[in-house]
């Protein structure tokens, strides 16, 4: 079964500097994808960026970039130069690309406060 | 162009009833996927849709809860004999028809259902 973990349930970060936010997964399958979605206090899930298992080079996307460690099966993501406005839910997910459903399986979230 | 949208976006019911959750998707997405986001958590898989059928409902916690999407479009996710375990936000999210690799799964605003 596939699981994601995500240790840290808040982190702070004051404005104009970069955050790792940890993400590690567990597959026995050779092909998936991974998802980082942002929550804000309004609820909607808003998607991020996105890293195949077989994508070569780390996903990046603005601000946002993903340190993809595959033998260490973990996906953090990084946040430069951050904003208050990033304050918000951040949720890791992961798909089986296998075949039958294409569900994503999340982690439990980290809370991140931008402090001015 | 329009999101995926949900209605209501706040239920309040009480223990024993039926109550209905409408997601309508962005038009042209064949997948459509409901998840159920308890207080803390991430979003946990409930049902996948390809088209009009159910193509993976093993999220579903027990036969109380039953979903459909009769014509491929709009889907109702029906909740049965209301417990108040069923409190919780519930996301309904669509994508394009699938391919292989990147899928990017749109969400709605989410309904929250409160079961007294």
């Known amino acids: 079964a596939q699981k994601i973990t995500q240790t840290q349930p808040g982190m702070f970060v004051q404005e104009k500097e970069a955050v790792t936010l940890d993400c590690t997964y567990d597959t026995s399958d050779p092909s998936y994808g991974l998802f980082w979605y942002k929550q804000p206090s309004s609820g909607e899930m808003i998607f991020l960026i996105y890293?195949?298992?077989?994508?070569?080079q780390n996903a990046t996307e603005g601000r946002y970039s993903l340190n993809f460690q595959k033998a260490r099966k973990s996906a953090n993501l990084v946040i430069s130069a951050s904003q208050l406005g990033d304050s918000a839910m951040y949720f890791c997910?992961?798909?089986?690309?296998?075949?039958?459903?294409?569900?994503?399986?999340f982690g439990k979230g980290t809370k991140l406060s931008v402090i001015p | 162009g329009a999101g995926v949208s949900q209605t209501p976006s706040n239920k309040v019911t009480e223990k024993g009833k039926y109550v209905e959750l409408r997601c309508d998707p962005i038009?042209?997405?064949?997948?459509l996927y409901w998840y159920r986001q308890s207080l803390g958590q991430g979003p946990e898989f409930l049902i996948y849709?390809?088209?009009?059928?159910?193509?993976?409902d093993s999220g579903l916690p027990n036969d109380r809860f039953f979903a459909v999407r009769p014509e491929g479009s709009v889907s109702t996710l029906k909740i049965q004999r209301t417990e108040r375990g069923d409190s919780a936000v519930y996301l309904c999210?669509?994508?394009?028809?699938?391919?292989?690799?990147?899928?990017?799964?749109?969400f709605g605003p989410g309904t929250r259902l409160t079961v007294l």
């Open positions: 890293q195949g298992s077989y994508d070569q």
């Open positions: 849709f390809q088209g009009t059928g159910a193509a993976d």
């Open positions: 038009s042209g997405h064949t997948a």
């Open positions: 997910a992961m798909r089986d690309s296998g075949a039958g459903s294409y569900q994503l399986t």
């Open positions: 999210a669509s994508s394009p028809q699938w391919a292989e690799g990147y899928n990017e799964q749109f």
